[in-house]
């Protein structure tokens, strides 16, 4: 059994610019959940999708959209990067009617 | 919305000794919590969780209990070693929605 998967490990970027970060659910889960996770603080929930549909969103603008694909991967696009969008950016993957939430090891997302 | 509180924010113990994190959470629909240890530079990994129905559940040297009318629930760690050291963060769910809300997380070190 793979476990979840996330690419790049780190990323730099400049403010304005636009990113994309990818996940690999882990085997036989359906459903994908990304989190912000700033500096010093719990992960944020930014949205969730399950069966290539949006399936709930935290407090983020609509600058930070996602897709989910077929084999249950998903990415995270955030347009028009700010400064304060430096942070770690967590993919977790869950089984369908399983509550439990299994995290990748993030993506290190730095906008200077 | 879902608001969870944890403290302390940092605690030091001897090795040997217990260690107790605790945490509070505002939203009744909330009925899964779970625990993750999340050591530096690597991912949240879940470590316990308790559903509403149940008061307590110990897995080793790891407990955790859940007062539902309080709405507080704490983690319990015995018999703590060096490896233990990381920072805990709580989190709690309304599986309607699916979405974990993270408290602020509590940096344990455990002195050798």
């Known amino acids: 059994e793979t476990g979840v998967t996330q690419s790049p490990t780190h990323l730099i970027k400049t403010r304005g610019q636009q990113v994309t970060l990818r996940c690999s659910s882990q085997?036989?889960?359906?459903?994908v959940s990304w989190y912000q996770q700033a500096l010093g603080q719990g992960p944020q929930f930014i949205f969730q999708y399950y069966r290539e549909e949006e399936n709930g969103r935290g407090n983020f603008p609509p600058r930070f959209s996602g897709l989910q694909f077929p084999n249950y991967s998903s990415e995270l696009n955030v347009n028009a990067l700010e400064l304060d969008d430096s942070a770690l950016y967590l993919c977790?993957?869950?089984?369908?009617?399983?509550?439990?939430?299994?995290f990748g090891s993030g993506t290190q997302l730095s906008v200077l | 919305g879902e608001n969870v509180e944890q403290h302390p924010s940092t605690l030091s113990v001897q090795e040997g000794d217990s260690a107790v994190i605790k945490c509070t959470y505002s939203d009744s629909a909330s009925n899964y919590f779970p625990w993750y240890k999340q050591e530096l530079g690597k991912r949240p990994q879940l470590i316990i969780d308790?559903?509403?129905?149940?008061g307590e559940k110990k897995d080793q040297r790891i407990a955790v209990t859940l007062n539902k009318t309080a709405k507080h629930f704490s983690l319990h760690i015995t018999e703590t070693q060096p490896e233990d050291s990381a920072v805990y963060f709580c989190?709690?769910?309304?599986?309607?929605?699916?979405?974990?809300?993270f408290g602020s997380g509590t940096r344990l070190q455990v002195q050798p």
């Open positions: 977790a993957s869950s089984g369908q009617g399983n509550e439990k939430l299994f």
């Open positions: 308790i559903r509403s129905n149940v």
């Open positions: 989190a709690a769910m309304d599986t309607g929605r699916r979405a974990l809300t």
């Open positions: 085997s036989g889960h359906n459903t």
